[in-house]
């Protein structure tokens, strides 16, 4: 009878220990999925940032030069900003062409 509760402590322990590490592996796991998704979430929040703060810069510049045009001197260029945009737009619509094909 001792033999047999000598077994079954040690099955327990055993046991004990592997969940135990189980456990460990998860909260490892999870704990590295949690760091990835926060990496992305910090990534897109950038790239958002970026968006906006571009879009903030435009705009104030094109608001300054056309609130009251002729007080002072034009910040920008929209001449050669258009001529620039245009250039962009279609060096992007040849490269993704060029990759589709």
């Known amino acids: 009878m001792r033999h047999a509760q000598c ?3 040690r099955r327990e322990k055993n046991f004990s220990r592997v969940t135990a590490l189980r456990r460990q592996v998860a909260t490892a ?3 590295t999925v949690v760091k990835s998704h926060q990496q992305g979430v910090r990534g897109m929040q950038f790239i958002v940032g970026l968006i906006v703060g571009v879009a903030l810069t435009l705009g104030s510049a094109a608001m300054h030069d056309n609130i009251a045009p002729g007080a002072s001197r034009p ?3 929209w001449t050669t900003a258009n001529d620039l945009l245009q250039t962009t737009v279609n060096y992007v619509r040849v490269q993704f062409d060029r990759l589709v094909k």
């Open 7 to 9: 077994v079954r402590l």
């Open 29 to 31: 796991a999870a704990e």
């Open 75 to 77: 910040l920008v260029n």
